[in-house]
């Protein structure tokens, strides 16, 4: 899937640029993008030592399987292969919550950490795992109580309520996560 | 309402920091050298995040600076007018799970254009704090951990996206 994704937005990429003669943005683009994904990684190194070490804590501590132990009527139905009291539910229920207060990142890095414990449950160490794809679909449509960027861009815009927008979004990415669940659930079925 | 929401926000981190160390505190760990031990991973995470994630936007930036995705748009936008969905929020829609930069400044721009307390601008606010960047998000979870074959997560991440995008315009129309 991903392979033809890549070489589709490729291909019709530099075929459109080759008409639309917007060849030199393309050049100018390819290695734009390349330090850029450089320097967002260089700005991640930061919060992820940082969760890393937290979590760290958390699992030499046990706090991780209190936390399991708590939101496990939750997570045993939305990942049932996931053995109960292991340590990437923790994971998984500390990234939901930072998606759900809008700090986004925090976010990334404590997700990250739950993806290293789901891939010690994994048998084949290049595929993701049915688990890994429900927490990926979870994160991609976040359950959002406080978008906390668009909140702040929207009172710089001189909004006389810039936080009106909470019930829309709560709506919109409660929608979204159930769809997204349910979609997860079907395609797991027909994908190999 | 919206206070106490605030307070939420500003508080969760600290507390959690907070709440985390104690406890491990408490239960005899030594704390600053494991939070050192756990820290010294950040760095090699990231790295091997590397390759995914250039990889990922190079083919998206290729795709942008063409002016294929402005072709796209120019063929959607008339047929999602045609079933009610506004014109000026298409880029948006289209440009989110590609890119969060991108998006963001979209959403600025739309909110420049309209005022925040527009139509235009209340609904471009829900679409951004509503869905996510997919690409970037499978990117760089799956790349962390070497995962190549990615089977059915950008599919169904794209349809979770497009439900958001059509929930937010109905609620969006609904409340204000």
Avoid at chain 1, 126 to 144: D, E, G, P
Avoid at chain 1, 159 to 180: D, Q, V, Y
Avoid at chain 2, 6 to 24: C, F, G, H, M
Avoid at chain 2, 102 to 112: D, P, R
């Amino acid at each position: 899937m991903i392979n033809h994704i890549w070489f589709g937005l490729i291909l019709i990429g530099v075929i459109t640029g080759m008409f639309t003669g917007n060849m030199d943005q393309v050049s100018e683009a390819v290695l734009k993008s390349a330090e850029d994904g450089a320097m967002i990684l260089i700005k991640l190194i930061g919060p992820m030592s940082l969760w890393l070490g937290i979590m760290k804590l958390a699992e030499e501590s046990n706090f991780t399987d209190l936390i399991s132990r708590v939101i496990r009527p939750i997570t045993t139905r939305l990942f049932p292969e996931i053995p109960p009291n292991h340590p990437a539910l923790g994971a998984i229920m500390l990234n939901i919550s930072a998606n759900i207060l809008g700090l986004g990142n925090s976010a990334t890095p404590l997700g990250i950490n739950a993806m290293q414990k789901l891939q010690t449950l994994n048998p084949d160490s290049q595929r993701a795992t049915n688990s890994m794809c429900t927490f990926l679909v979870i994160n991609t449509s976040s359950v959002t109580l406080i978008p906390a960027t668009i909140i702040s861009l929207r009172s710089a815009a001189g909004s006389s309520a810039p936080m009106e927008i909470i019930g829309t979004t709560l709506f919109a990415t409660t929608c979204s996560t159930i769809a997204g669940i349910i979609a997860d659930r079907i395609l797991r079925k027909i994908w190999s | 309402m919206a206070l106490y929401l605030k307070y939420l926000s500003e508080w969760a981190i600290p507390v959690i920091v907070l709440t985390i160390v104690a406890y491990a505190y408490f239960k005899q760990v030594k704390v600053y050298e494991v939070f050192t031990e756990g820290a010294v991973e950040g760095v090699t995470t990231v790295v091997k995040i590397i390759p995914y994630l250039i990889a990922m936007l190079m083919a998206i930036s290729i795709f942008r600076a063409s002016g294929a995705l402005d072709i796209l748009l120019n063929i959607l936008q008339p047929v999602l007018q045609f079933f009610g969905i506004p014109k000026e929020i298409v880029p948006l829609g289209l440009v989110r799970p590609l890119s969060g930069t991108g998006s963001l400044g979209i959403v600025t721009e739309l909110i420049q254009q309209y005022g925040p307390d527009s139509f235009i601008g209340r609904l471009a606010s829900t679409l951004q704090g509503s869905t996510e960047t997919t690409f970037y998000i499978v990117a760089v979870y799956f790349g962390a951990v070497g995962i190549r074959n990615t089977r059915y997560a950008i599919v169904a991440g794209l349809i979770a996206d497009l439900v958001g995008f059509l929930a937010a315009i109905y609620i969006t129309r609904m409340v204000f």
